[in-house]
């Protein structure tokens, strides 16, 4: 993918964390890195010749930083007026992958909690990841990646990106279902007891999971993966999961019809107001 990896920065620490693992993604893929710092236009640099001057320091530091750092990925860094959110998404358009700090300072404040953040996952047509200063060094590769699964309706676009993220890492990918399985008493022919109809039926969703799985084993077959069916609500497994995690993969599924408003589903906004590490929001039909 020629694509640039597109990070918005605003000279906070939590955008510099989200620079870092966008540049080392960007590098690993050799694609291009673009900061975006979005804001109003400053009156005194309209005219401006050199574009640098619309750019605070140390966004224009984080840049140096980052050429320093890996010489050999091409950075671009612009500033663009009008509304962060709006900005954001029609980059991410352009470019097909978007990052994001957690939380930031000025036009990006309060970004995993925020409006903002919430309006780009929720809107934009590539997938978005949100980053936070808990991030370990070379852009977050120590740890599995972990992708919430659902077998009845199994999403190509969101097992595509956590295959490929952790083909690239050399990480497990732990794939989480979650199911509810009945506790109370069971009307049957023979004499089964609750707990052994319980194991049944996750010994029969566990068998789903790994057949919607399995095609995507043989066209990664480098990947290690592991495949759990959990009894605990999707959004608190995928949470926990997300303590030793680099990367949780989450859905979130476009409206089919076009005038309906896009949005986050209750599982997406679990994780990214709880997460512990970076979180993808991947859009899907």
């Known amino acids: 993918m020629s694509h640039a990896v597109v990070v918005g920065v605003d000279g906070s620490a939590q955008s510099a964390a989200a620079a870092e693992w966008a540049a ?3 590098y690993r893929n050799g ?24 750019l605070p320091r140390p966004v224009l530091a984080l840049r140096d930083q ?36 957690s939380r930031g300072i000025g036009g990006l404040a309060g970004l995993l909690l925020g409006s903002v953040a919430l309006r780009v996952a929720a809107h ?14 070379q852009g977050g590769v120590n740890g599995d990646v972990v992708v919430g699964v659902d077998s009845s309706r199994p999403c190509a676009e969101l097992l595509a ?44 969703a566990q068998v789903r999971l790994q057949d919607t799985l399995a095609p995507w084993r043989k066209k990664f077959p480098e990947v290690r993966v592991e495949a759990e069916v ?3 609500p999707a959004g608190k497994a995928l949470v926990e999961a997300s303590r030793s995690a680099s ?25 990214l107001h709880h997460t512990h590490g970076p979180v993808a929001v991947v859009p899907h039909d």
């Not at 993220?165 to 794939?175: M, N, W």
């Open 66 to 101: 980052i050429v320093t750092v890996l010489p050999g990925l091409k950075v671009s860094c612009e500033h663009v007026p009008g509304s962060p959110a709006d900005a954001l998404v029609a980059a991410g358009e352009r470019e097909g992958l978007l990052v994001l700090g």
């Open 31 to 54: 694609r291009a890195l673009r900061l975006v710092h979005v804001g109003a236009q400053p009156e005194f640099s309209v005219e401006a010749a050199d574009p640098a001057e619309l």
């Open 247 to 271: 990367l949780v993969v989450v859905g979130r599924r476009s409206p089919r019809i076009r005038s309906a408003a896009p949005g986050l589903g209750a599982v997406a906004h679990a994780v």
């Open 230 to 232: 959990t009894g605990w």
């Open 24 to 26: 080392y993604q960007a």
């Open 124 to 137: 934009a047509a590539c997938p978005v990841v949100l980053v936070g200063t808990g991030t370990d060094g």
């Open 161 to 204: 990106f956590a295959f490929e993220r952790a083909a690239e890492r050399g990480a497990v990918l732990r794939a989480l279902e979650s199911r509810e399985f009945p506790t109370g008493r069971y009307v049957t022919a023979a004499p089964v007891d609750p707990p052994e109809i319980t194991s049944a039926l996750a010994a029969a």
